[in-house]
């Protein structure tokens, strides 16, 4: 096999924000699309990543435990060839990832010059400046409890700007990437009646479970207005540094869940009396465990649109 | 294993630690959440994040790593250890289980020289909890491996390249194994090696980590795989990796001899730039017989294990000798053990045989149990002045030998004292152990003083100490009896606080002197401690049991088990060998007993009124040292049973071996540790000089020279009232007693002042 051309990616969100369990569901979502797009590991260890993520959403019921390191995934997505009508049908086509996904605490303004967060910084700082994607995690329910949001993206976001600024990687005065910016927690009630409240919802029909969906286009509104609950009221300064760091045009909202919601075996149709399909443990009360299958909502989404972005600026990084 | 407390040697150490985890409910990642005072927040924060392996989930983990820290201008090495994923009992915000990781940095100059393995250190750590005394005692002399495993010799060789090696096929291999089989890959390398060393028992292989050495389940690219119990070849490129495995392999000494010798190479070495290329010299040094390079029996300073600059092959050629010298000697293999060195050395006749054989020999004691033999020797054979005297530099030569015996170790300790009383110890060295005392004066002072500058001195010191001590006093009736008191707010490091426990520790009549070694051992440790004559023992209650029947103690735990053997001692040339039983029977000769000779009506019963003296031991060795008694019965072994002294089988059936058992009850862990790593030298203090009259004055002695008392790191402990037992049981408030001193040390002062100089004649300067 020819070598596919590398694209990195770079999660980016707040401890607990979703971005392990993101890539945890990644697997599961491709297989729940009726498409050609497939994800396969590139070296063993991203492979064994893979199936044993799947296995524990969809046998095991858990949530992957939080990345303590930097952990890289060197993952293909490979799926159909472009067709046209002037375009010669390829036999597929191939997009490769480097995956690489932080600690949120890497992401946390510190608390003082201490070696440790130095050592993080740094470490971070590599990560993104070699990026060209990034899946920004934006988590409303923390944000509603917390917070701190915009915490975890201005320090680091400054921090990039300057890296990339002092190697000339600006592209008309905004950074170079392209953001993915992924409102997690879809299958929250507070965030799912929000978007209902506002109209946001529209029906998908090609989707024979009825799943609730907010369209790429209006996601950016509810990310809106789900900024108004900030704890902190800095949220709204999160959309505000987005478009000043980034170009518009490389920026695209997803209302996304990785777990989706609960589906009574049954009908196999969206109910919207019965769709938590995150509930309390029994056997430990203060848990709380997947209650039925996994069915993850916007999770391929953003890594084919990162990487179609990435293939046709034909960077390979 | 299960040796017994009394046989594995303990090494006590400091440490630093801190915990990592997250509070309760919090939505941050993890972080420090507490930490000992000894070191910044800093650098612990930046070792969490430097060492993080990736590695999660429920499963126990073992990370090493290494940092280097300078304080007082001093570059300090530690060892780190990381006893990770232990849950919590809590949960974040987001519902996750929170894991601790619990750091402790070990000094790593203090278990250098020690043989002390990283599973010794995560036995000594890894049941405190949140229990943390000042000290721990760590394992030392870890086992030495009869046999190699390719995959270990694989992995040290692989080090050798400088890049990372995974061991992959081990998921199913309990933790401990493979923490002992870091411990095998780095026995292969020079100790010092561990003082850059990061392993991990396991890591997440899509993690970008910084462990040299590590278990995942699949090795990385950039990263050397060994696959468990299967080993892996060897670059060929590689050549120093390949060299090292070749040595290895074709070693020329018993794999054990090898690792000892590895051991002692000490001085921190790293895993880049010249470092394997080092490692490799300082291998073929050690794996070849030591008549070939004599240097293995211990460098003698730091840097002494380095070898020779450019040196690529194994140092064949002796080193020279002093200056001096005139010519290269051909010495022949010399003694491995710090015996044959002592052996060796007194047969030493020419200078230069002299200087060389006390280099090697203090090389060799250069460790506490080193220290331990070599003042023992020296007491023996009187600073060795039977040798020393014949060399031009004597004088030169005993203070090193004094230094190098006692520098580590010159307060409070009896050999030391033992010396200094003995008329045949030679000057020189007896100066040498009073100016490391602080006791020389110098002369210089001294004259400058009026001649009677010292009646000065001292009436005016007496004068200061008892005014000071009378405020005190003073100042304690006006505020009130000693209740305890609290710290300033603030004053307190970080760290948990530390309470005292009492312990009762109970013990029969011929172990009172064993109870108060433990009493005071325990108070060292920053518990109150209370030996219990009679009465039983509450079972709540911290406790310590001396028995020789452990039956009705069956949960108790042994802190130690020590055998004492007495054995009859005769003068030959007083008493031929075949009249000892007739000379016994006689009764006429006194025999010379200790102050708890338990055996006494046996004897009696055997040989009628056989006349007994009791004295303390340390007597009667004296006594058999100036020859001044013809028979004695002493605790076995003793070295200074030395002709014409013989020992005689003919008591053996009548004073059986006694066994003691110290066993312990509702003791921290730490505690325990602590105590369990001084017990074989409470064994050998037992065995061979069991006290004397004044046992708690002599048991307190002992147990402050094994075991110094060592303030708790943080909030100190509230101070008991204390008390001192008169004869008729009444106590007395010891600030009584401090207030009378006080009043005394007044009036000594005052009339050391006014005294008519011709009534105090000044000592000759």
Same mark, same amino acid.
């Given at each position: ?19 392990t369990t993101?890539?945890? %569901?990644?697997?599961v ?7 050609d ?19 524990a959403l ?9 990345s ?18 002037? #375009? ?9 990832l480097?995956?690489?996904? %932080?600690?949120?605490?890497h ?24 990026s ?5 995690? @934006? ?5 509603? *409890?917390?917070?701190d ?18 190697a &000339? ?17 879809f299958?929250?009630?507070?965030v ?14 090609? &989707? ?10 209006d ?7 789900l ?5 902190t ?6 959309m505000?540094?987005?478009?000043k760091?980034?170009?518009?045009? #490389? ?8 777990i ?9 149709? @969206? ?9 309390? &443990?029994? %056997? &430990? ?10 069915y993850?909502i916007?999770?391929v *989404? ?11 600026q034909?960077?390979? #990084? | ?18 915990l ?10 993890y972080e ?9 927040l ?16 429920d499963?126990?983990?073992?990370t090493?790593?290494?940092?280097g820290?300078?304080?007082g201008?001093?570059k ?36 250098? =020289? ?16 949140d ?20 995959d ?10 400088g890049?990372?090696?995974c ?15 870091i411990?095998?890959?780095?026995s ?16 997440s292989?899509t ?12 090795a ?23 060299a ?11 794999l ?5 010798r590895?051991a002692?190479?000490t001085?921190?070495l ?19 017989? !030591?008549a070939k390079?004599?240097?293995v ?9 380095e ?7 194994p ?8 200056? =001096? ?16 060195l002592i $052996?060796s ?5 020419d200078p230069?045989?002299?200087?060389e ?11 506490d149990?080193?220290r331990?033999q ?27 030998l004094?230094?190098?015996a006692?520098?580590?170790? $010159?307060?409070?300790?009896?050999i030391?004292?033992?010396?200094l009383?003995?008329? !045949? ?12 005392r =602080?006791e ?31 405020m005190i006093t003073?100042?304690n ?9 609290a ?14 426990q ?6 029969d009549e ?11 051992l ?17 079972p ?5 049991v ?8 069956p949960?108790?735990?042994p802190?130690m088990t ?7 001692v ?5 008493i ?8 016994l ?9 200790g ?8 004897l009696?019963a055997?040989?009628?009124e ?13 006594? $058999?040292? =100036? ?5 004695a ?10 002709p ?6 003919l008591l053996?059936g ?12 509702g ?15 409470v !064994?050998?203090?037992?065995?061979t000089?069991?006290g004397? !009259?004044d046992?708690?004055?002599t ?45 005394l ?14 009534r ?6």
């Amino acid at each position: 096999m020819a070598e596919t051309p590398r694209h990195h990616i770079a999660m980016w969100g707040a401890p607990g924000s979703g971005k392990t369990t993101l890539l945890a %569901a990644l697997s599961v979502a491709l297989n729940r699309r009726d498409d050609d797009w497939k994800i396969v590991g590139q070296n063993p260890e991203s492979s064994a990543y893979l199936t044993d993520m799947t296995s524990a959403l969809t046998s095991g019921k858990e949530f992957p435990e939080a990345s303590t390191a930097l952990e890289t995934y060197q993952w293909a997505l490979i799926g159909p060839g472009p067709t046209g009508l002037f #375009r010669r049908q390829r036999t597929s086509t191939m997009i490769g990832l480097t995956m690489v996904d %932080a600690p949120g605490g890497h992401f946390a303004p510190s608390k003082g010059r201490t070696g440790g967060a130095e050592e993080r910084q740094e470490e971070l700082m590599a990560n993104l400046t070699q990026s060209r994607g990034i899946v920004f995690l @934006f988590d409303p329910i923390r944000e509603f *409890e917390v917070g701190d949001a915009y915490d975890h993206l201005h320090g680091p976001l400054n921090r990039l700007a300057e890296k990339m600024l002092e190697a &000339d990687q600006f592209e008309n005065g905004k950074l170079p990437h392209n953001i993915a910016v992924c409102i997690t927690k879809f299958d929250d009630p507070r965030v799912l009646q929000t978007a209902q409240k506002q109209r946001l919802l529209s029906p998908d029909l090609d &989707d024979k479970h009825q799943f609730p969906r907010v369209a790429v286009e209006d996601a950016r509104e509810l990310f809106r207005e789900l900024s108004r609950v900030s704890a902190t009221g800095s949220a709204e300064m999160v959309m505000n540094a987005l478009d000043k760091f980034f170009h518009r045009d #490389r920026i695209r909202f997803y209302v996304t869940s990785s777990i989706g919601f609960y589906l009574d075996q049954q009908t196999e149709t @969206f109910d919207w009396n019965d769709y938590l399909n995150l509930v309390p &443990d029994e %056997a &430990d009360k203060a848990a709380l465990r997947i209650r039925g299958p996994v069915y993850p909502i916007n999770v391929v *989404e953003p890594m084919l649109w990162l990487g179609e972005c990435l293939a046709k600026q034909g960077r390979s #990084r | 294993m299960t040796e017994s407390p009394a046989t594995v040697h303990h090494v006590t150490v400091d440490y630093e630690w801190a915990l990592e985890g997250k509070p309760p409910g919090s939505y941050n990642d993890y972080e420090v959440l507490e930490h000992s005072g000894g070191l910044g927040l800093e650098i612990f924060d930046e070792i969490r994040s430097r060492y993080t392996t990736g590695a999660t989930g429920d499963q126990p983990q073992v990370t090493i790593a290494f940092v280097g820290t300078r304080q007082g201008g001093q570059k300090l090495y530690y060892i780190v250890l990381a006893l990770q994923n232990e849950w919590s009992g809590h949960r974040d915000g987001t519902n996750r289980k929170i894991y601790y990781t619990r750091w402790f940095y070990v000094p790593y100059d203090q278990i250098a =020289g020690h043989r002390v393995s990283y599973e010794a250190l995560y036995d000594a750590f890894k049941d405190l909890g949140d229990e943390r005394p000042p000290r721990v005692a760590v394992r030392a002399d870890a086992n030495l491996p009869s046999e190699t495993f390719e995959d270990a010799i694989s992995a040290a060789g692989l080090l050798m390249t400088g890049e990372p090696v995974c061991v992959v096929g081990a998921e199913q291999v309990p933790m401990v194994k493979r923490l002992r089989f870091i411990d095998e890959v780095a026995s292969l390398l020079p100790y010092g090696m561990r003082a850059r060393l990061a392993a991990a028992t396991w890591v997440s292989a899509t993690a970008g980590h910084r462990i040299r050495l590590s278990f995942a389940p699949h090795a990385p690219d950039g990263t050397h795989k060994v696959v468990w119990a299967r080993g892996a070849p060897i670059p060929p490129a590689e050549r120093t990796a390949t060299a090292y495995v070749e040595q290895l392999t074709h070693r020329r000494v018993p794999l054990e001899e090898l690792v000892e010798r590895l051991a002692q190479k000490t001085t921190e070495l790293p895993f880049r730039d010249k470092g394997p290329h080092i490692a490799l010299v300082l291998l073929g040094e050690c794996a070849v017989p !030591a008549a070939k390079n004599h240097a293995v029996a211990g460098p003698s300073s730091a840097d002494a294990d380095e070898p020779a600059a450019g040196g690529d092959a194994p140092t064949q050629i002796l080193e020279s000798p002093p200056k =001096g010298a005139g010519q290269t000697v051909a010495m022949p293999r010399p003694p491995t053990t710090l015996g044959g060195l002592i $052996i060796s050395f007194r047969k030493a006749v020419d200078p230069a045989e002299i200087s060389e054989g006390l280099r090697v020999l203090l090389a060799a004691a250069d460790t506490d149990e080193g220290r331990r033999q070599l003042q023992k020797a020296l007491r023996t054979w009187d600073c060795f002045e039977a040798v020393i005297r014949r060399h031009p530099s004597a004088d030169r030569l005993y203070e090193e030998l004094a230094e190098a015996a006692f520098a580590h170790d $010159i307060y409070q300790n009896e050999i030391a004292d033992e010396l200094l009383r003995t008329r !045949a110890i030679p000057k020189p060295f007896k100066a040498a152990l009073r100016a490391m005392r =602080g006791e020389d004066p110098g002369p210089g002072w001294k004259r400058m003083l009026p001649r009677k500058g010292k009646r000065h001195i001292y009436g005016g010191s007496a004068l200061v100490v008892g005014g000071v001590l009378l405020m005190i006093t003073s100042l304690n009736f006006f505020s009130g009896p000693d209740l305890p008191v609290a710290p300033p707010a603030g004053s307190a490091p970080a760290g948990v606080a530390f309470v005292p426990q009492q312990v009762v520790i109970q013990a029969d009549e011929p172990d009172q002197y064993l109870a108060h070694v433990y009493a005071q051992l325990l108070r060292n440790l920053g518990h109150r401690a209370d030996v219990q004559d009679v009465g039983p023992l509450d079972p709540a209650r911290p406790q310590i049991v001396i028995t020789t029947d452990s039956a009705p103690y069956p949960r108790h735990e042994p802190l130690m088990t020590a055998q004492s053997k007495s054995t009859l001692v005769f003068d030959a040339d007083e008493i031929p060998a075949d009249r000892v039983e007739s000379v016994l029977k006689e009764a006429k000769l006194t025999v010379e007993v200790g102050t708890d000779f338990p055996d006494e009506a046996k004897l009696k019963a055997e040989f009628g009124e056989l006349p007994l003296k009791r004295k303390p031991i340390s007597q009667i060795v004296e006594d $058999i040292k =100036g020859g001044e008694v013809a028979l004695a019965i002493l605790p076995s072994g003793r070295a200074e049973i030395a002709p014409p002294y013989q020992e005689s089988p003919l008591l053996d059936g009548l004073l059986p071996p006694r066994t003691v058992q110290v066993l312990s009850s509702g003791l921290p862990a730490g505690t325990e540790a602590n105590l369990e790593g001084v017990a074989e030298r409470v !064994a050998e203090k037992w065995r061979t000089d069991p006290g004397g !009259a004044d046992q708690p004055e002599t048991a307190a002695k002992f147990a402050d020279s094994i075991m110094p008392a060592v303030e708790p790191p943080s909030t100190p402990p509230a101070t008991p009232v204390t008390t001192i037992k008169d004869a008729d049981g009444f106590t007395v408030p010891t600030g009584v007693l401090v207030f009378v001193g006080a009043v005394l040390i007044l009036i000594i002062g005052v009339v050391a002042l006014v005294w008519s100089p011709a009534r105090v004649p000044d000592e000759p300067w």
